[in-house]
């Protein structure tokens, strides 16, 4: 089976960075994608990596390393807007390609 | 960007009645689809793969002859919640994966809150 771990909640100010940590145990492991979903919406697709190393989309940047089975994504500048659920996603190929998505951590930004 | 349809958004029914849900992708074909259920501020949880043409393959625990999927098209799927109780209430969520270089990356419908009384 596949399992993602990341925090529920995370905390912070306007204009901050902040990090959202992402683990993951999956036998099949194809890649790393992050989602947001705003309260009553549909999720939205960030980024994602398949490789060890950076991507930066704009504000949001993600990291993946295959070897320690670990990502994040980084948010920089933070807006109030930016407040949402954001998903760790894995995309698994055994049984088939599918994405299995992470419990989500509830973003709050403070003025 | 693609776009993915998704209707109803909202249905009200009574225990024991089927309701349909319907998932387009607009502009774009999707081989495959995903139907995903969600409680409220929780995770997503994959119930079935769609593929155009075959039957879905659903996920563990999740019971075809309630959830009947019908992906009769690169553009249409369907997820039927056949004799819906109580707790078949949830927000009920498709997503396309495209048929691209982009498939990795999943486009998702505006969901449908499914509220059977």
């Known amino acids: 089976g596949q399992s993602l771990e990341q925090p529920s909640e995370v905390t912070a100010v306007e204009g901050a960075i902040v990090q959202i940590n992402c683990t993951y145990q999956t036998s099949g492991f194809y890649g790393l994608s992050w989602y947001q979903q705003h309260d009553g919406g549909a999720p939205t697709f960030l980024s994602y990596?398949?490789?060890?190393g950076l991507e930066e989309t704009g504000r949001f940047s993600s990291f993946l390393s295959r070897s320690d089975s670990y990502g994040y994504l980084l948010l920089q500048e933070l807006q109030m807007k930016d407040s949402a659920s954001y998903f760790c996603?894995?995309?698994?190929?055994?049984?088939?390609?599918?994405?299995?998505f992470g419990a989500g951590t509830r973003l709050f930004v403070k003025a | 960007g693609a776009v993915v349809s998704q209707h109803p958004s909202r249905v009200i029914c009574k225990s024991g009645t089927s309701v349909k849900i319907e998932c387009r992708s607009l502009?774009?074909?999707?081989?495959?689809m995903f139907w995903y259920r969600q409680f409220p501020k929780k995770s997503l949880m994959l119930m079935a793969t769609?593929?155009?043409?075959?039957?879905?393959?659903?996920e563990q625990g999740v019971e075809k002859d309630k959830f009947l999927i019908n992906h009769a098209s690169l553009t249409l799927s369907t997820l039927t919640v056949t004799s819906a109780h109580p707790e078949d209430s949830s927000f009920y969520i498709c997503?396309?994966?495209?048929?691209?270089?982009?498939?990795?990356?999943?486009?998702f419908g505006s969901g449908t809150q499914l509220s059977v009384l």
């Open positions: 996603a894995v995309r698994d190929r055994s049984g088939g390609f599918k994405t299995i």
């Open positions: 502009d774009f074909q999707a081989t495959t």
């Open positions: 769609s593929n155009e043409g075959s039957k879905a393959t659903y």
């Open positions: 997503s396309a994966q495209g048929t691209t270089t982009t498939n990795e990356k999943l486009f």
């Open positions: 990596n398949a490789l060890d």
